[in-house]
């Protein structure tokens, strides 16, 4: 059975750090596309950030480039994404998604329960 | 960026109608590169169709997806109590961009 767990969200200052975590089971990690997908809370979904299979080539949405960096462990099997400069507007649940191939195109055949960053003073 | 439209807004209907559900995008989508998600309160979302018409393991058969180009549609046959959420339609060929959603409701 797929799992993904998140963890990491929290509450922080706009202008500080977090990083958030995806541990992955159930399927062969280093094989598969990963992504990071948010919420505002009460908002649509938003892509934020997608890594290949090898973690060789990495994708940021306009709205976190340059202050969000995605990342993966394979021989932990474990997802990251480290976020710097929060801003308001990045309070959301964030969503690990697991794509259906190693690199695009791939939609997203599973789904991380979430974990909620807020960024407030 | 493909920027993704979904309508209406919501949809208000009952148990055992059909509910038809429409995206439309701003350019053509290549290769088919359209999936449909299913969320409902709390939860995450949930892959109900990709490739536009293909459905998902264990997805039922009430659910379909048909389009071309830019104008997509999801039909639910005959909805049941669990098929009221909001649902969301995703262009995974170039931007992975959503659309903004439709909240099925119950009427």
């Known amino acids: 059975e797929v799992q993904l767990l998140e963890s990491g969200g929290a509450l922080v200052q706009p202008g500080g750090s977090l990083r958030l975590s995806c541990s992955a089971s159930?399927?062969?990690?280093?094989?598969?596309?990963m992504s990071w997908v948010r919420q505002a809370p009460g908002k649509g979904l938003e892509w934020v950030s997608a890594?290949?299979?090898?973690?060789?080539?990495?994708y940021h949405a306009d709205s976190v480039k340059g202050r969000f960096t995605i990342s993966r462990d394979n021989s932990k099997n474990t997802l990251y994404l480290e976020m710097n400069s929060l801003r308001a507007e990045d309070t959301a649940v964030y969503y690990c998604?697991?794509?259906?191939?190693?690199?695009?195109?791939?939609?997203?055949?599973?789904w991380g329960q979430g974990t909620l960053v807020i960024a407030s003073s | 960026e493909i920027v993704l439209t979904q309508s209406p807004g919501t949809l208000s209907l009952s148990p055992g109608e059909r509910a038809t559900l429409s995206c439309r995008a701003s350019?053509?989508?290549?290769?088919?590169?359209l999936a449909w998600y299913q969320q409902k309160p709390g939860q995450p979302p949930r892959l109900l169709i990709y490739?536009?018409?293909s459905r998902a393991t264990g997805i039922p058969d009430r659910f379909s997806g048909s389009g071309s180009g830019t104008d997509f549609t999801l039909t639910i046959s005959r909805l049941e109590p669990e098929d009221f959420a909001v649902y969301y339609c995703?262009?995974?060929?170039?931007?992975?961009?959503f659309g903004q959603g439709t909240k099925v409701e119950i009427k």
């Open positions: 995703q262009e995974y060929g170039n931007s992975r961009s």
């Open positions: 350019q053509s989508v290549s290769s088919d590169y």
């Open positions: 490739g536009v018409s």
């Open positions: 159930g399927f062969t990690f280093n094989n598969y596309a």
């Open positions: 890594i290949t299979n090898s973690g060789g080539d990495t």
């Open positions: 998604a697991k794509g259906n191939r190693p690199s695009r195109p791939y939609y997203f055949d599973y």
